[in-house]
């Protein structure tokens, strides 16, 4: 099956500068890479998905990045804010229910 | 579009109850609807996939028989967990895929708190 590692575990950064979350797979069959918000004692919120087809996706101040040769992608979020703090679980997934990450919490400090 | 609700937002019940949980896509029509477990600072683990008008399909090492699953409607999936232990505290959340998408695109619920005492 699927297998998802997730890095840092824990990011502290302050206000206004940028966060990078890294994520690598094993199966080459993967084909869809979603990226979800957890804030606490809520349910994950999709905050942006990248699939196969393409390299980078930007949405307002986050943007994904993959590189499928070498079965990695990433989370880019710029400018951080104090609201950004949350819980960031990466996926992986194709024809199948995607496998998460064991998440990374994000620290932004004001 | 593509809301996913659930109730209650939190219970807690005490060691041998059951209790349900309910887990309802507002806008929209689901056929299929997932359960996950999360424990503290942990990641989503899939229980079951909850199939509208069948038996779920349950995740290896996840029992059936204690966590029953029924998804009686195209709107309306329920998690009921028998005889519940301490041990059986945790989050729960459901999700579902919005229409006119695969199966592995989800939106997630905002998820139950279940403490047993």
Redesign the interface.
């Known amino acids: 099956g699927e297998n998802v590692e997730q890095h840092p575990s824990t990011l502290s950064v302050q206000e206004g500068d940028s966060a990078v979350i890294k994520c690598t797979y094993s199966d080459s069959a993967s084909n869809y890479f979603p990226w979800y918000k957890q804030e606490l004692g809520k349910g994950p919120q999709l905050i942006i998905d990248i699939r196969s087809n393409v390299g980078e996706k930007k949405d307002q101040r986050i943007a994904v990045t993959l590189n499928k040769t070498a079965k990695h992608f990433s989370l880019h979020i710029t400018e951080t804010q104090p609201e950004d703090s949350a819980v960031y679980f990466c996926a992986a997934g194709g024809s199948y229910i995607p496998t998460f990450g064991r998440g990374t919490s994000l620290i932004v400090h004001p | 579009g593509a809301v996913?609700s659930?109730h209650p937002s939190w219970v807690i019940c005490k060691s041998g109850t059951s209790v349900k949980i309910e887990c309802r896509s507002l806008d929209f029509q689901a056929t299929t609807m997932?359960w996950y477990r999360q424990f503290p600072?942990?990641?989503?683990m899939?229980m079951a996939?909850s199939n509208e008008g069948s038996k779920a399909t349950y995740e290896q090492g996840v029992e059936k028989d204690k966590f029953l699953i029924n998804h009686a409607s195209l709107t309306l999936s329920t998690l009921t967990v028998t005889s519940a232990h301490p041990e059986d505290s945790s989050f729960y959340?459901c999700?579902a895929p919005p229409p006119g998408t695969?199966?592995?695109?989800?939106?997630?619920?905002?998820?139950t708190?279940l403490t047993v005492t």
Not at chain 2, 41 to 44: E, G, N, P, R, T
Not at chain 2, 102 to 111: A, L, N
């Open positions: 996913v659930q997932f600072k942990q990641s989503l899939l996939t959340i999700s695969f199966t592995y695109e989800q939106y997630f619920g905002p998820g708190r």
